[in-house]
Each structure stands twice: as C-alpha cells, then as structure tokens.
C-alpha cells in the first residue's frame, strides 16, 4: 500500500515538474520574441537604428560667401522722344547686352555685387553704346533652390553717341543708377542659373554742332546668366 502511494505521488511530482519546464520554455521563447533575452541575460542589445543625419544649410545661404557671375542678354531703349530736347533713344532697336562682376553673401539676405557691362543699339546708320561700372546690393528671400531678389546700384556709364540726327557723334562719362529684378535658382550648392530684369538711368551730355545736348540713354536689360560660388 505504502508502495503505490509512493508511485502516485513521484508521478505527480514528475508531472508537476514537467509542466513547469514547459511553462519556463514558453515564456523564454515569448520573451526572445519580444527581445527581452538581452535585458534578462544581461547581453548586450545593439542600439536602435540611428536616423539619418540632418541635411546641412545649403553653402549658398551662408555669411561671407564670394562669387563669380556672368549674363548675357537684350537691351530695350527708352522709348522718350528723340526730337524734343532731353529727349531719349525714340525709334532705336533693341540690341545686345552683358555683364560680369563679382559679390559677396554678406548675409543671408544681402549681398554686395560689383559689376562691369555693356549695351547698346542701333537705328539705320545711328549708334549708341552704354558701359557701365557699377556697384550695388541685392535684397534676398532665402530658399534652398529658388532665391528671388530686388536690388540697387550706382556707378559711372561711359557712353558713346552716333546720332545724323541730332549731328552728335561724341563719347561722355556720367553718374547713373539701375534697379534690379531677378531670381537664382541653384544647380548645386555652388553654381545656380540666374535670371534678372534691369532698368538703367543714365543723361548723358554731348556736343553738337547746334551746342550741348542732353540724351536718356537708358533702358531695360534682361538678361540670363550663372553664378559660381566659390
């Protein structure tokens, strides 16, 4: 009798032991699932992985940056009377017109542009050509890709005049101003393509054989160019 109640209870026992086994397998097993084996194990668990890093401020926007541009574009003559006294380039065709110059990002916002140009016009036999040497600002609306801008200069216009007209054929040199209207639109952080609108003022004074003549000699350029950073 005592012999089968000690089978009865090494077989409870037995059972009693498997089952907790069991249960000690599965809740390891659940908790591999859920990655609990390093915490429990004390191992180490890898870190999560890192985003990615933050694009930086393109170089364009930054404080400081010089630059190198280029245009090339038309020049549309003021269309002021060419008969009246003070009067303008009435009756010229449009003609060519470029640029080169040099600046600097002073700011984000701003920027310094020094410039050295050319444009002129004709009509039949009659001849006007402008250079001007200019320097100026850029107001700027900050974008990764696209940066629109007014700007503002001043600077001196050498001129030259060839009207049968007016019996002017004389060269003169004289303060004049533009204003301007544009938009870069970045390539890459170094190089954008870059179009501007651009009105110039400039009187110039010649002789004739009637005496002294004043002559509006401005106009808009448009103008398509680049910009190199560097």
Excluded: C
């Excluded at 668990?45 to 940056?65: F, L, N, S």
């Excluded at 380039?89 to 449009?94: N, P, R, T, V, W």
């Excluded at 040199?173 to 952080?189: M, R």
């Amino acid at each position: 009798m005592r012999k089968r109640h000690a089978l009865i209870l090494a077989g409870l026992f037995v059972a009693a032991t498997a089952a907790t086994a069991a249960t000690a397998v599965a809740a390891d097993y659940d908790r591999y699932e859920r990655g609990d084996r390093y915490r429990d194990r004390g191992e180490y668990a890898p870190p999560p992985p890192r985003r990615a890093a933050e694009v930086p401020p393109p170089r364009h926007a930054q404080y400081g940056q010089p630059y190198f541009f280029a245009h090339l574009g038309i020049f549309d003559p003021n269309s002021d009377s060419s008969v009246l006294p003070d009067g303008g380039l009435e009756g010229y065709d449009s003609g060519g017109s470029f640029e080169l110059g040099i600046g600097s990002r002073v700011s984000p916002v701003f920027a310094i542009d020094g410039t050295f140009g050319g444009y002129g016009a004709e009509r039949g036999s009659d001849e006007v050509t402008v250079v001007p040497l200019t320097i100026g600002g850029r107001l700027i609306i900050p974008h990764p890709f696209i940066e629109p801008y007014i700007g503002a200069g001043l600077g001196l216009y050498a001129t030259h005049l060839e009207d049968a007209f007016r019996a002017i054929d004389d060269s003169s040199t004289d303060f004049g101003g533009y204003l301007s209207l544009g938009a870069d639109f970045w390539l890459n952080p170094r190089v954008a393509l870059n179009f501007e609108g651009k009105y110039h003022w400039v009187e110039s004074t010649f002789d004739s054989n009637i005496g002294s003549e004043d002559v509006n000699l401005g106009g808009w350029t448009a103008n398509l160019g680049v910009r190199v950073a560097f």
